[in-house]
């Protein structure tokens, strides 16, 4: 009985100790994200080459003639984007992304300040909060982030500088039923 009890006891002794040396590689949900992904659709990128990804499926979404909204659906193994970009001939003037809210807020706006540093305007309302990048490469970034139990994201959006371009979050708005 003693000798079955010294054996549990070395190798739960073991266990211990050698559990306390093992670190798991734990990744967050945002998986393989990162703004590299959604960067052939940005403003000033010609849509025909953000086509040329055959893994990435497009239509039609809105055609007013020289103007367009197209959007591509990216498949990824653990997520599913719907990009919108708004097209003026064959140049992208505006790229709209919703995201997944199981991505993290913290990582995605950390990205985003690794990339552009500190944003230029800051506009919080209750548990959400509108960050602004003002002129970085020629474009001003939008991004919305929201708070639950966690905080997620909820777009980024990419428009020219130019002052004729209307951005698409204010044209989705528009086309939202008014009570």
């Not at 893994?55 to 197209?70: L, P, Q």
């Not at 003037?93 to 950390?110: E, N």
């Not at 552009?116 to 919080?124: C, E, I, L, N, P």
């Not at 509108?130 to 929201?146: A, K, T």
């Amino acid at each position: 009985m003693k000798s079955a009890l010294i054996k549990y006891l070395s190798l739960a002794t073991f266990l211990m100790v050698f559990s306390s040396h093992v670190y798991p590689d734990i990744k967050p949900p945002n998986y393989d994200f990162t703004l590299t992904s959604i960067e052939p659709f940005f403003p000033g990128k010609s849509v025909e080459d953000a086509k040329k990804d055959k893994t990435i499926k497009s239509d039609i979404f809105e055609d007013n003639g020289d103007a367009k909204v197209i959007r591509f659906k990216l498949k990824r193994a653990n997520y599913s984007l719907d990009i919108y970009t708004q097209v003026k001939g064959d140049k992208i003037t505006d790229v709209f992304v919703r995201l997944p809210q199981h991505f993290i807020h913290d990582l995605f706006l950390a990205d985003l300040v690794k990339r552009y540093k500190k944003q230029d305007k800051f506009v919080r309302h209750d548990l959400s909060a509108l960050y602004v990048w003002m002129n970085r490469d020629g474009n001003n970034i939008l991004y919305h982030g929201s708070c639950s139990i966690t905080c997620f994201p909820m777009f980024i959006e990419v428009v020219s500088k130019d002052p004729a371009v209307i951005p698409l979050y204010q044209k989705f708005n528009e086309a939202l039923p008014k009570w």
